[in-house]
């Protein structure tokens, strides 16, 4: 952790309510990037998604602790969501576009897609019946532009 | 933080509040689901004028209403999408199944 | 905690940027109270004299963990704020108007008293050598006035 | 997010950030005892009209400053404090050993 300038860790409720507050806190802890707009709108983006999926998928929308850990080193943020609900059997079919298993929900099956575009680094970690982590990097101040 | 629903003869219009997540998505579909059944609706008009937050949530509930409305030939537009919202839109392919119109706003 | 409707778990580095992280999170948590202004102001006061204290006083300014702990039942919100630092010897005297033992520092002595002036409670548990816990309540809404 | 200085004749005026905090006061404590030390200053104005958030820390850091003025004969004023300011002003009695002029607010 020596690398590590600031970190920050919550534990909240998996409620819908909540969604929001994850936006905030993640906003919180970018400000001292010194972030752009649009770099700012892509965390709390990617953000929101990670946690409605801990919600609706992962805890059923019957509720259940949210993990995000947030760490800055440099320049590169990394943020982690984590739940302990159903877990992903399949994650590589789960990060395909459009795809979804909540369709009657009307999920647009959107959501690792666009934590995919928005962020610099998505990785997955699942285990059936323990829950699932998703690890995520943005680097701020980048040149290099998605396409 | 609420959407605002206003019906004209066969046409409803939706107004999006500002940040539309899971929790406001899913609010706004079964609200809508409602008026739907009661009134005989062709097009939905969503306002999003005052929007500058959206998710793929938001993208599944427009997208459900397309499908819903075009199942009774009706159709579904959107409105006052600003650039922050557009590239949700685009990134889903949204502007190939409904009218999507920007909102005028200095670069 | 089962008449617990929602929570907020949060540990960040003892460092005096993150006064203003904690500030923003107990505002992105309290807003679900629907306050007054005041009501806002007074917990953020509260919050931010309380992490002041871990970041000098605990960690004398060495850094740490800081551990934050937001729950509401119905109108009323419990606010922890805990450090693993050196601890207080005489709480009693320690929340006296006016006593500090950081002079040198220019600090005023005042911490406490605002935290009891804007809170409904305020309770401390400390242990020399291994930290110190602010126990704080609010309740939002309340017809009785401070005077 | 940044206190402004500005030395005129034997004048310092200080125009204080939105918030302060100890982060923030800490920072004006230095930059300040380093004007103090560099100029002959007989009076310092804190200017408080752009400040919302104020805690204990932004207390001590003025009435260092105040006692340090007082050694030599100088003074302390604060202008334009809003209604939130104040209360925190009142409750440490600043009011007593320093002149403190409010913002007109209207309520
Ligand atoms: N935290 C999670 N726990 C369990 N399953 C998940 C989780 N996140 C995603 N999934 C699975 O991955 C699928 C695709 O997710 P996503 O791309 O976000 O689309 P959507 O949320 O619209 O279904 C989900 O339908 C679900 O089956
Ligand atoms: N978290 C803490 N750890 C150790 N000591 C503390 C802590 N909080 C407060 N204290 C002690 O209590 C005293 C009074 O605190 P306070 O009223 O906030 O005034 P101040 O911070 O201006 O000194 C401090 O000077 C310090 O000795």
């Given at each position: 952790m020596s690398d590590v300038e600031n970190y920050m860790k919550v534990e909240f409720e998996g409620i819908s309510e909540n969604e929001r507050l994850a936006r905030m806190l993640v906003?919180?802890?970018?400000?001292?990037?010194?972030?752009?707009?649009?770099e700012l709108e892509d965390v709390k983006t990617a953000t929101s998604?990670?946690?409605?999926?801990?919600?609706?998928?992962?805890?059923?929308?019957?509720?259940?602790?949210?993990?995000?850990?947030?760490?800055?080193?440099?320049?590169e943020l990394f943020l982690q969501v984590a739940d302990y609900g159903i877990g992903i059997c399949d994650v590589e079919k789960a990060m395909e576009p459009l795809?979804?298993?909540?369709?009657?929900?009307d999920r647009s099956g959107m959501g690792f897609t666009f934590m995919e575009a928005f962020m610099d680094e998505v990785k997955v970690h699942s285990v059936?019946?323990?829950?699932?982590?998703?690890?995520?990097?943005?680097?701020?101040?980048?040149?290099c532009k998605r396409v | 933080m609420e959407a605002e629903y206003q019906v004209d003869e066969?046409?409803?219009?939706?107004?999006?509040?500002?940040e539309v997540d899971h929790h406001v998505a899913d609010k706004i579909r079964r609200e809508t689901?409602?008026?739907?059944?009661?009134?005989?609706?062709?097009?939905?008009v969503f306002d999003f004028h005052d929007t500058r937050?959206?998710?793929s949530s938001g993208i599944g509930m427009i997208l459900g209403r397309v499908k819903k409305m075009r199942k009774c030939g009706g159709s579904v537009e959107a409105v006052g999408v600003s650039n922050q919202v557009a590239r949700i839109?685009?990134?889903?392919?949204?502007?190939?199944?409904m009218t999507m119109r920007q909102k005028e706003e200095c670069v």
């Open positions: 906003s919180a802890f970018v400000v001292t990037f010194n972030p752009t707009l649009e998604e990670a946690v409605t999926n801990c919600i609706i998928h992962g805890y059923e929308q019957l509720g259940g602790p949210i993990e995000m850990t947030m760490e800055k080193k440099g320049q795809f979804t298993t909540k369709p009657q929900l059936k019946g323990k829950g699932t982590v998703v690890h995520m990097k943005k680097i701020f101040g980048s040149t | 066969q046409f409803l219009f939706i107004y999006i509040p500002q689901d409602v008026l739907l059944s009661e009134r005989s609706i062709r097009k939905i937050f959206m998710d839109f685009d990134m889903a392919g949204l502007p190939s199944v």
